[in-house]
């Protein structure tokens, strides 16, 4: 993002003021940066309720975890404040933060989410009382995930899964699934979909992730059929795709629109038959015959 913020500044310096446009290329620095801290979105629900606890009404209330990461690129300059000191994490990697954040802790939320409402869950805290889904997601991301992040300076992974999982099970942060599922179309590549092309570039077939893929299908397929809305760029797409396909047929639709799933999956027959077996399975709450049974 740093890079993008620079040239963002450049190209708009550069409508008003040619000469203020090069200095900014020449000497102005935009470090890359990372947060993480949960923060869901302060719907009617939590703002009613933050009304009957304080005894007054605050419109731009947000609630926030206490834990709080915030990563920014070390460009070996004096940034002037000691950032160190204020917990900010100066690495040379910004993008292997990132992407351990978005495939472990972003992963994990989204399987967590499908998965958690067809389960009959509403938030997270309470996903994670299912014990089977609880474990379900730590063995996910310890074993499918985590594998092929690869090396995050400063970063142990084990640690942060553990710390991830922990963050999940606080019951003071009412993070709702439904929040977590809307748009999947647009999370779902980046936080399964490259977990998952990993696996099969090393020949390994995920079942936990093809499991959690499946919950997403499911969960778009059995909306669409009950005509409830869908929150997601595609959900016209999605609803029409739905009512012309079963279950199992409704995975290769998206995949061969791109929609989430992408079209080389449907040359992989070992990954197209794992996932339709998935979707079945799930579709039929067959939870016994899925990674969920232990």
């Known amino acids: 993002n740093g890079r993008k913020l620079h040239a963002a500044l ?3 310096a550069g409508q008003v003021d040619a000469e203020l446009a090069a200095w900014i290329k020449a000497e102005v620095a935009v470090p ?10 302060s719907d009617a629900s939590f703002l009613s309720d933050l009304t009957t606890q304080l005894g007054v009404e605050d419109a731009a209330a947000v609630q926030r975890e206490s834990f709080a990461q915030w990563v920014v690129e ?6 002037g404040p000691d950032l160190k000191a204020a917990g900010v994490i100066l690495t040379s990697d910004v993008a292997a933060w990132e992407r351990a954040k978005l495939r472990i ?5 989204s399987s967590i989410a499908y998965l958690g409402l067809l389960r009959g869950a509403a938030s997270v805290a309470e996903a994670m009382r299912d014990a089977a889904l609880a474990r379900f997601a ?21 640690a942060y899964r553990a710390d991830v999982m922990q963050r999940f099970r606080n019951p003071a942060i009412v993070h709702r699934l439904e929040q977590i599922a809307i748009d999947g179309s647009q999370k779902i590549p980046y936080r399964l979909g490259d977990s998952l092309a990993a696996n099969r570039a090393a020949s390994v077939l995920p079942g936990h992730i093809v499991t959690a893929l499946a919950g997403w299908i499911v969960f778009l397929h059995e909306r669409a059929r009950a005509g409830t809305p ?3 760029l595609h959900a016209a797409a999605m609803a029409e795709l739905a009512a012309e396909t079963d279950a199992p047929a409704f995975d290769r639709a998206l ?3 791109d929609i989430g799933l992408t079209a080389t999956m449907l040359i992989d027959d070992a990954l197209i038959a794992a996932l339709e ?13 899925t990674p969920l049974a232990g």
């Open 138 to 158: 730590d063995e996910m991301v310890r074993d499918e995930i985590q594998p092929f992040v690869g090396t995050v300076p400063g970063l142990d992974l084990d």
């Open 74 to 79: 070390d460009l070996g300059i004096d940034f």
């Open 230 to 232: 869908i929150a997601d």
């Open 255 to 257: 995949a061969e629109r």
């Open 105 to 109: 802790l972003n992963g994990a939320h």
């Open 32 to 41: 890359c940066t990372m947060v993480d801290s949960i923060t869901p979105a």
């Open 10 to 12: 450049v190209d708009y």
């Open 277 to 289: 077996q998935a979707v079945r399975d799930v579709a039929d709450r067959r939870w016994d015959a």
